[in-house]
């Protein structure tokens, strides 16, 4: 079946210890975005690519980087963890970006949940 | 300001019951959609419905129906005849278009929704 793969499911790193965080597509959408969602909180939005366009949102910390190489795959790298940065990261998928006749309707992975120690 | 707002923290619902969660949301872009997701105690945000702001009709996917009142702002999930495997967080999301200048997903707080044998 299409979807979005997330590996690993849980991540243990330790406190300043760089990581990454991969979500796979195989439903070659163009969109790609990375999402923080702490414990009992809504996610929100750290950045997404359309196409090779990297987006950032304004108050992503610097310490949160992405790479996507190819359509298939985006990476979420954490350069310096810090214990505030324990959450689940979502990746998620749309076909199109959002927008006046386009749904943008964006698929999620399972998650990977990152533990700061 | 809030752009969407979930009041209920939780609600409980015994099976085979329909039940409605509430969802209010903020925006002068004539322009949006919405969007409701559930998300299991596993993390993965799972896509429900879609409404759109000029769709003359109320969405319906299966067991889900969204209640759309334009002139109230708000954009209620109806889950008729509950199962057990409803048991989850919601999430209400909202996405407006170019004039609202992120053209990103809003998402509420979320609700808890526990279905009872």
């Known amino acids: 079946d299409a979807m979005v793969i997330q590996n690993p499911r849980y991540q243990v790193t330790q406190f300043g210890k760089p990581v990454t965080l991969s979500c796979s597509q195989t439903l070659n959408h163009n969109v790609m975005y990375w999402y923080q969602q702490k414990s009992s909180q809504a996610p929100k939005l750290l950045f997404h690519?359309?196409?090779?366009?990297?987006?950032n949102e304004a108050d992503t910390p610097d310490n949160f980087q992405s790479r996507r190489p190819n359509t298939s795959f985006c990476f979420l790298d954490i350069r310096s963890p810090g214990l505030g940065d324990a959450a689940m990261y979502l990746c998620?998928?749309?076909?199109?970006?959002?927008?006046?006749?386009?749904?943008?309707?964006?698929?999620f992975g399972p998650g990977t949940r990152l533990l700061v120690l | 300001a809030q752009k969407i707002t979930q009041t209920q923290p939780g609600m409980f619902v015994q099976e085979k019951e329909a039940v409605t969660l509430d969802c209010t949301y903020d925006t002068s872009d004539p322009s949006y959609g919405l969007f409701w997701y559930k998300q299991p105690s596993s993390g993965e945000m799972i896509f429900l419905i879609y409404?759109?702001?000029?769709?003359?009709q109320n969405a319906t996917e299966g067991r889900y129906s969204l209640n759309f009142q334009k002139a109230r702002k708000s954009a209620n999930l109806v889950i008729s005849a509950s199962q057990l495997g409803d048991s989850a967080m919601y999430f209400c999301?909202?996405?407006?278009?170019?004039?609202?200048?992120?053209?990103?997903?809003?998402f509420g707080k979320g609700m808890k929704l526990t279905v009872n044998p």
């Open positions: 999301a909202m996405r407006e278009g170019p004039q609202g200048g992120s053209e990103k997903l809003v």
């Open positions: 690519y359309y196409d090779k366009d990297f987006n």
């Open positions: 998620a998928t749309s076909r199109e970006r959002m927008g006046r006749g386009r749904t943008g309707t964006q698929y």
């Open positions: 409404q759109g702001s000029y769709d003359q």
